[in-house]
């Protein structure tokens, strides 16, 4: 860390419509300087000198891919801390609610779970159910916790907006 931030680098391939990371050679390579306040909820601390934070929507395509590729390449850098932002995109009909229940699962300590149940699944209603059913999660949750994953979900949007993103993966 160099102060109070450090460097989100990211080196991506544009290969057909969506990104993903590059094996081979560089396309492009994403940098910002960010203050780990602005990605991480304040309770969560880092617990590695180097984070790669992905701001992403459960409904997106290009989303889905990534994560897929990154689920091969954690393998190979157990050092780096893969951190997902949510960042449902109003074209997605069931994104917020995708997010809204990953951040209940994750409440629930069941987040890594949910995430890739959600990833590997149709997301909609039912789609919804099965990745609850799969990952354990406790349907009788209070009121006041959807309200509490979905103020986390605004926050990641906000994060997400105030750093430039725009549309996913980011």
Not at 152 to 166: C, E, F, S
């Given at each position: 860390?160099?102060?109070s931030?450090?460097a989100l680098?990211?080196?991506i391939?544009?290969?057909g419509?969506g990104m993903?990371?590059?094996r081979?050679?560089?396309a492009?390579y994403?940098?910002?300087?960010?203050k780990p306040?602005d990605?991480?909820?304040p309770?969560e601390?880092?617990?590695?000198?180097e984070?790669?934070?992905?701001?992403?929507d459960?409904?997106c395509p290009?989303?889905r891919?990534?994560?897929?590729e990154?689920?091969l390449?954690?393998?190979?850098?157990p050092?780096?801390?893969?951190?997902y932002?949510?960042?449902?995109?109003?074209?997605?009909?069931?994104?917020?609610a995708?997010a809204?229940?990953?951040?209940q699962a994750?409440?629930?300590?069941?987040g890594?779970a949910a995430e890739?149940c959600l990833m590997?699944?149709l997301?909609?209603?039912d789609?919804?159910?099965?990745?609850?059913r799969?990952?354990?999660?406790?349907?009788?949750?209070p009121?006041?916790?959807?309200?509490?994953?979905s103020a986390?979900?605004?926050?990641d949007i906000?994060a997400?907006l105030k750093?430039?993103?725009?549309?996913?993966?980011?």
């Amino acid at each position: 860390f160099a102060g109070s931030t450090f460097a989100l680098c990211l080196s991506i391939a544009v290969l057909g419509r969506g990104m993903f990371i590059n094996r081979n050679r560089t396309a492009a390579y994403v940098c910002a300087n960010v203050k780990p306040s602005d990605v991480l909820p304040p309770t969560e601390e880092l617990g590695s000198t180097e984070a790669l934070v992905i701001f992403s929507d459960f409904e997106c395509p290009y989303c889905r891919r990534l994560y897929s590729e990154l689920t091969l390449w954690r393998r190979q850098h157990p050092e780096v801390r893969v951190l997902y932002r949510n960042f449902p995109l109003k074209v997605h009909r069931d994104a917020n609610a995708a997010a809204v229940f990953d951040v209940q699962a994750t409440l629930q300590g069941k987040g890594d779970a949910a995430e890739a149940c959600l990833m590997t699944h149709l997301i909609d209603h039912d789609g919804l159910q099965e990745c609850g059913r799969i990952t354990g999660l406790d349907s009788s949750v209070p009121a006041s916790t959807t309200k509490e994953a979905s103020a986390r979900v605004l926050r990641d949007i906000n994060a997400g907006l105030k750093l430039g993103v725009n549309g996913t993966p980011a």
